[in-house]
């Protein structure tokens, strides 16, 4: 026994070597959408601050396209040595494997999970002339049954499948409008061609404080610091539960050592801990975590996929 103990040691030593020594050169992280959205702002925030507590760098590589499935495979396919994060999405992470046609990545095969950083909050809005309510928007919605049209970035879209389960929920029918990405279908709100979408606080938070949308509810499980005055989706409909934030995710490619996935977790954490960064997220419109363990982390990507599968299955949404 001490003997195979004793010729196993050497083939332990590499990798617990690697581990104690990661990390040894800088870190990039892939953010599988272009720069300037809410995504890449949270990431660039978040390496901005972990250099100083892993010793490396931390750079900010975006790889678009394909709804977030280029990056998130090209950090799949990467050394398994922690020099490679993906920063991924509840897009990438827990849709793209119910919409995808033939998936190129299986989230919870391909990667090990880290951590959940946060989540953009997402919010629901009308014309300012329609309604002064969720529950005023449900009563109209029921009384014309397909007559009202919301828009979203696509379908498919994070932002599509919220007001899917939002619609689910409260038992209404309003017709979905799909545009190339928020902007276009804010600009047809303001129009007056729409009369509902749904957003991130962080977009439309300017538009509300000029009236000239009115936000009528967060779908998050608490109220956001920059719209006190706006209730949850919970609060204004009593749906206990109900939660549509857009969350964030730290991943590493499957096969990373335990050591290191452990050693980055903390220091997502650690990052996340002081009150002016999580200050400077919140005023940002995001929602701040970094509480979950990578084991918690994992759970609840499974728990987010059993969530929408039956949202998307209703909608017949897919990605080509």
Do not use: C
């Amino acid at each position: 026994m001490k003997r195979r103990a004793l010729l196993a040691a050497p083939l332990l030593t590499p990798v617990l070597a690697r581990a104690q020594a990661y990390p040894d050169r800088p870190i990039r992280m892939i953010v599988p959408f272009p720069a300037g959205g809410a995504t890449d702002v949270f990431a660039r925030r978040l390496a901005g601050r972990l250099p100083a507590l892993l010793g490396q760098p931390v750079v900010i590589e975006n790889r678009g396209g394909a709804a977030g499935a280029i990056g998130t495979l090209e950090a799949a396919r990467a050394r398994p040595d922690g020099h490679t994060i993906l920063f991924g999405t509840a897009s990438t992470l827990g849709l793209y494997p119910l919409l995808a046609e033939r998936p190129q990545f299986d989230p919870l095969r391909d990667f090990l999970p880290v951590a959940i950083p946060g989540a953009a909050t997402v919010a629901f809005a009308v014309r300012p002339d329609l309604v002064p309510t969720l529950a005023a928007l449900v009563a109209a919605a029921r009384a014309r049954p397909g007559a009202l049209r919301y828009g979203s970035p696509g379908t498919g879209s994070y932002l599509h499948m919220a007001f899917e389960l939002f619609k689910r929920e409260a038992g209404i029918d309003i017709e979905h409008v799909p545009y190339r990405g928020s902007a276009p279908a804010m600009t047809d709100l303001l129009g007056g061609h729409l009369d509902a979408l749904t957003d991130t606080v962080a977009t439309a938070l300017e538009h509300h404080r000029g009236n000239r949308v009115r936000l009528l509810a967060v779908a998050s499980r608490a109220r956001s610091p920059l719209l006190p005055e706006v209730p949850t989706v919970a609060e204004a409909l009593n749906l206990p539960g109900f939660d549509a934030a857009v969350w964030l995710a730290v991943m590493l490619p499957i096969g990373t050592p335990e050591p290191i996935r452990a050693r980055l977790a903390e220091a997502v954490s650690a990052a996340l801990r002081p009150a002016d960064f999580r200050t400077e997220l919140e005023t940002a419109g995001f929602e701040v975590g970094g509480t979950l363990t990578p084991e918690q982390t994992g759970a609840f990507i499974a728990a987010e996929q059993d969530k929408w599968r039956p949202i998307v299955a209703a909608t017949g949404a897919r990605l080509q």
